[in-house]
């Protein structure tokens, strides 16, 4: 709305003052015809008062980007842009010059450079370029269905493929997720993650690129298999790797999502941040996509995406949500594994059944990590009751990761009916020992060793909220252990895991 604003007031102020009453050189319509995709620049207007520039630049990405600061200094327009992550990146200044043939803007979005050359348009040009902003409905909270009362357990084909994924590829995962028994030791859904899409048909409809020849069809393979079939998509004009979004065919990409039989949405804020930029809007943007997979009527488990801003998981339920993350993306090393999985893996009080906090989807298998440190992620995962979806080329898991993925005791602490994410109990240096408590009165305890050498960790009985500790269980041992000689070493960067019956 705030856009629309801009626009609307832009617009009549140029109306109003006319090109020949313009005061700076760049005052009027710029149309660009030929710029880079990312962000789809399509239009610069400028307007002036004096000293005072106004502007904005409409690409199809963000919509109308707004010039903040804009200044004119040695024939040269210079002006901010908004930044909505300046953790990560820098504000960026963007330039515009005038040439021969009218206006040469240069910046960058993010990553993206934009080098671009304008030609004078006219105002009517200008309102049939205008960006089509959406109405986001009014808050309406929606009925959370009961499709994950234990954290979701699958695979996702974003850390292994980023965006060079097919239908081929994912029909081998489906495969091999069952002919290495992942799939019966509970690993259920199989993710597209970003890089699917085409473009829409004239009746809007999307249609998935020359990858998926069939979406339905492929669907009836992976269901044929015993396992449930996931997409991705985003709220705004385009996804993180820059393919089709869903602004402005939310209710339509619900409908055809569940026309393709599809079981598992997650929904990546990524260039909608543009336009959802505070909690308000952003929870409604899910809110509206929430009940548009309602509104269809078929089971859709609902990921939430947008890296646990705006306390997340204080409302991803009242969106329809299942799963929210809590972070930025996990990469394939032990310090962004264990910066995640220790320290922003989301508050603890939020989860239970049918929403869980998500640190993102494993590494495991991806080579990155020592087989110790694959233990902890393992470890940390189960312990945090985090999903586990699984983020490796299934057909080339190497033995000792695929006894790590299908360790059977260590998933039954991840998918504890009680729901319960398991929280530190006790640190001292980088040695920490966190619990879960079970549904059945028992408590899963993760000793962890975050340290550079091994360490020898003993876990207590009041660690576990016990007197006494009566059985013991080393889970990646996979035997009962002595109730009372409860004292490991751990390599450096490893964990135990233990599962405790006490009084
Ligand atoms: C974001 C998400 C990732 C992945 C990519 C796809 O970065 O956080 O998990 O989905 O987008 O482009």
């Known amino acids: 709305m705030r856009h629309l604003l801009t626009a609307l007031v832009l617009t009549t102020s140029l109306t109003q003052a006319g090109a020949a009453l313009a005061q700076t050189q760049f005052d009027g319509v710029w149309l660009f015809d030929h710029a880079a995709p990312n962000p789809g620049v399509t239009m610069l207007q400028v307007a002036s008062e004096g000293t005072r520039i106004t502007g904005a630049v409409t690409t199809k990405w963000y919509g109308p980007v707004t010039m903040q600061n804009a200044r004119l200094e040695k024939g040269v327009l210079s002006f901010e842009v908004r930044n909505l992550n300046d953790r990560d990146h820098p504000t960026q200044t963007w330039t515009v010059r005038r040439t021969l043939k009218g206006v040469q803007l240069d910046g960058k979005m993010w990553e993206s450079k934009i080098d671009a050359g304008g030609r004078r348009g006219t105002l009517r040009e200008a309102e049939a370029r205008a960006f089509r902003f959406q109405t986001l409905p009014a808050w309406a909270p929606v009925e959370q269905a009961p499709l994950a ?24 995962m489906a495969d091999a997720m069952v002919a290495t028994g992942l799939r019966d030791a509970g690993y259920r859904y199989v993710n597209i993650d970003d ?4 473009t829409r048909g004239p009746d809007g409809r999307i249609r998935p690129n020359a990858s998926f020849p069939d979406m339905k069809a492929l669907a009836d393979y992976v269901h044929s298999k015993g396992l449930k079939l996931g997409i991705y998509s985003s709220q705004g004009p385009r996804t993180c790797a820059g393919f089709e979004g869903s602004y402005g065919h939310v209710q339509q990409d619900a409908q055809t999502f569940a026309d393709w ?3 598992y949405l997650k929904y990546d804020l990524c260039s909608g941040e543009y336009f959802y930029a505070d909690a308000d809007t952003v929870k409604r943007s899910y809110a509206e996509m929430g009940a548009a997979l309602k509104a269809t009527g078929r089971s859709i488990v609902y990921s939430l995406c947008e890296y646990g801003r705006f306390d997340v998981g204080a409302w991803g339920r009242q969106t329809g949500g299942h799963l929210w993350r809590t972070t930025g993306d996990i990469t394939d090393d032990y310090a962004t594994m264990a910066r995640i999985g220790f320290d922003k893996n989301g508050n603890a009080a939020y989860a239970g059944p049918n929403g869980f906090n998500d640190p993102d989807m494993l590494e495991v298998g991806n080579g990155g990590m020592s087989l110790d440190e694959y233990t902890t992620h393992m470890t940390l995962w189960a312990i945090s009751a985090a999903p586990l979806l699984m983020g490796h080329d299934l057909r080339q898991t190497p033995p000792a990761m695929l006894a790590l993925l299908e360790n059977r005791e260590v998933i039954a602490v991840d998918q504890d009916a009680k729901g319960v994410q398991g929280k530190p109990v006790r640190k001292d240096g980088t040695l920490e020992i966190w619990a879960k408590p079970l549904a059945d009165g028992a408590v899963a305890l993760a000793l962890f060793n975050r340290g550079d050498a091994a360490a020898k960790i003993d876990a207590r009985a009041a660690d576990a909220g016990f007197t006494t500790i009566t059985h013991a269980r080393d889970l990646w041992a996979g035997k009962p252990v002595a109730a009372d000689a409860l004292a490991f070493d751990v390599p450096a960067h490893g964990a135990v895991m233990l599962r405790l019956k006490g009084k």
């Open 149 to 172: 009362p234990t954290p979701p357990m699958g695979w996702s084909s974003w850390n292994k493929f980023a965006e060079k994924i097919d239908d081929k590829t994912i029909r081998a």
């Open 195 to 198: 890089g699917w899409q085409g």
């Open 261 to 263: 039989g599809i079981d």
